[in-house]
């Protein structure tokens, strides 16, 4: 397995959140650890125009607390290419 192939497996098999939009704000990575909490599949998120924040809206309609640590991704020229975000369920209220 080559070493992008690892950073895949361990985006998509982790058990947080990982998230990542580019510039634009579309959703351009959607884990299974986001789809848990969130209840939008990868199929519904990807290409998502919007990003959801840490109070949100369950897909069934349920209040969702998530806690999310964010960062901004930048190109070797130091450019900004997106921002991600990294989360686990948080607790409820």
């Known amino acids: ?3 992008t192939n690892w950073h895949q497996a361990i985006v ?15 959703i351009r990575i959607w884990n299974r650890g ?12 990807l290409g998502a125009g919007r990003v959801l924040r ?11 607390y998530v806690d ?3 960062g901004v991704i930048r190109g070797p ?3 900004v ?5 990294i989360g686990r369920d ?4």
Do not use: C, I, W
């Open 1 to 3: 397995m080559s070493e």
């Open 77 to 79: 020229d130091g450019a």
């Open 12 to 26: 998509e098999q982790a058990a947080e959140a990982v998230v990542f939009a580019d510039r634009e704000g579309m």
């Open 34 to 45: 986001a789809e848990r909490p969130f209840g939008y599949s990868a199929a519904e998120a």
């Open 68 to 70: 999310l640590s964010f």
């Open 90 to 93: 948080g607790p409820a209220s």
């Open 81 to 85: 290419a997106g921002a991600f975000a």
């Open 54 to 64: 840490t109070r949100s809206v369950h897909k069934n309609g349920g209040k969702l």
